[in-house]
Nanobody
Framework: QVQLEESGGGLVQAGGSLRLSCAASGIIFSINAMAWYRQAPGKQRELVASITSYGSTIHSDSVKGRFTIARDSAKNTVYLQMNSLKPEDTAVYYC?????????WGQGTQVTVSS
């Protein structure tokens, strides 16, 4: 059974930083492209950043230059370093594969950025 557990969210002031972690179990982590997604209140879930099994990354235009996705295959963990946070980054953040699989969605981790 696949389980993805996100952590590291919290309340931070604009301009601050957070580091999110996603621990994966029950998945052949090393061969899957993984991604961070987010969903703000009243909006659709969107892809924030993705990373392939060999480390190639893509970041959405809205976070490019501020967020960095990384993975540690030995620990089955994906990270999202978020710097220069803005109020519009407020959302629940999830990790999932690329493309996302319905049964992989976890509870997510709330990120709230105050102005």
């Amino acid at each position: 059974q696949v389980q993805l557990e996100e952590s590291g969210g919290g309340l931070v002031q604009a301009g601050g930083s957070l580091r999110l972690s996603c621990a994966a179990s029950g998945i052949i982590f090393s061969i899957n492209a993984m991604a961070w997604y987010r969903q703000a209140p009243g909006k659709q879930r969107e892809l924030v950043a993705s990373i392939t099994s060999y480390g190639s990354t893509i970041h959405s235009d809205s976070v490019k230059g501020r967020f960095t996705i990384a993975r540690d295959s030995a620990k089955n963990t994906v990270y999202l370093q978020m710097n220069s946070l803005k109020p519009e980054d407020t959302a629940v953040y999830y990790c999932n594969s690329v493309p996302p699989r319905q049964n992989y969605w976890g509870q997510g981790t709330q990120v709230t950025v105050s102005s």
